[in-house]
């Protein structure tokens, strides 16, 4: 036990000591040193199984802290021994299993405080912290949710996402709504609020003389998650025309502004998928357009429309090429609003050149498309439909018939269904191609 000149001292247990204990360890102590209390209460963790003894804490639970601000990285899997209790004054278990094994350990006379961690929340309706570890991700947002408080998480139109459970929390639709723009030579940067709907915008620009978002036509969804994933779609991706957004840091409830570099845009990626993923609610977006019309035709099933029509003789202009785009996504993609369904369920794969090489000879058909640093990008519509998973029907499930990287949902599918049909997908093109696709919307609750 600690002396009164000594600190106040709080041991944190669960069973492996790599999800929860690790979550609750890192978020006290934080507080605590931001209150400016380090000197006085020093904060441990442990577990009561010794499976992950020197482990580092589950990614998961590292990843979903990372996102909040809280580095985890340098904490380590100890067992909790009989010593524990000579040295903490509150020693706090997250569910009833760990406590009953606390309690079997706790020596005679111990004078600290042996309890539950949901014992000190006036907010929670449960009594324990569910273990994470064999759930899905979902369960380790919840455990941070529980060790911090309410999270909130904002969504735009919905159109990117798949609801296996309840997003634990409060779920904000951001609604935000305005463009302005200021006029820089031949360019115009233009800040859309980020509530305003993709589509309606790509056709407002158009309308007044702003190039470069029409290859863009179609995308369902808002300007905030936009940047989410750096959309894209024939041969254009939002960074080509990105200067900045404007985002409410969750921790800090500042306003940040972050340039292109900050964005860290990559392939349906960027720092909001990754290291900032969570963190921010984005509140505004500007892009750099051209009042000078701009024509970039050089994605192939683009090209032989535009090619049609130029051989007929109609004068390509960008409204020619927004209206192509709308055209060619309505006869190859289903509606959402007619059959529900998020887009490509999988991101096209990017391969190292060798496997490409070698499966190019195996697949002489298979498109690939070469990127800068030799890698190959591959359809993974094409991977799908060559592992006979086309039109493939899972009870109210499947995988569309004209397009294979979409799944659909005929109607009361629930989101478990929709991701043992992934599973399904993702296992038969693993087994056939050796590519493991990864699955492009944001899953919560799975
Ligand atoms: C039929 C169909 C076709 C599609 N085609 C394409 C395509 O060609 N190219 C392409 O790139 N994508 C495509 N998508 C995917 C989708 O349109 C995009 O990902 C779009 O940006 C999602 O916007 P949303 O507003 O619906 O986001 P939501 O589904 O509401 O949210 C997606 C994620 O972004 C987060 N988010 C939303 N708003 C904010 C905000 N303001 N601040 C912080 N986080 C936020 C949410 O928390 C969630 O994690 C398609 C989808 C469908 C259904």
Redesign the pocket.
Known sequence: MTTAAAKLSVLFVCLGNICRSPTAHGVFATLVEKSGYSELISVDSAGTGDWHLDHAPDKRTTQVAASKGYDLSTLRARLVTSADFAQFDYIIAMDNANLKDLREMQPQGYAGHLGLFLDFSEQSAVEEVPDPYYGGEEGFEQVFVHSRGLSV?????????VLAGDIAGLVIR?DLRGVSHRVEGAFVDVTFA?GEG?HDQVQQCLQQGWYGLENLSL????M???A??N???YGVELADLFVSLR?IDKQSGELLEFDKAACEFGY?DSL?KNAGRDR????DICLRLSTLAQINVQYPALQTVIDQRRDSGAEITPELVGAMVCQIRSSK????SVVP????FFKNPIIPQGQAIELSRQYPQMPRYPQANGDSKVPAGWLIEHCGLKGAVRGPVGVHQQQAL?LVNSGGGTGAQLLALAEEVRLAVLQRFVIDLDI???VYGG
């Open positions: 998480t904002p969504l735009g139109g919905g159109s990117n996402i951001v980020a993709w995308i369902p969804g808002n905030g998650a936009a989410i994933q959309i894209g779609a985002a349906r909001f921010y609610i984005i509140v993609l289903p509606d959402p369904n998020a887009g490509s979409v492009e919307p944001r």
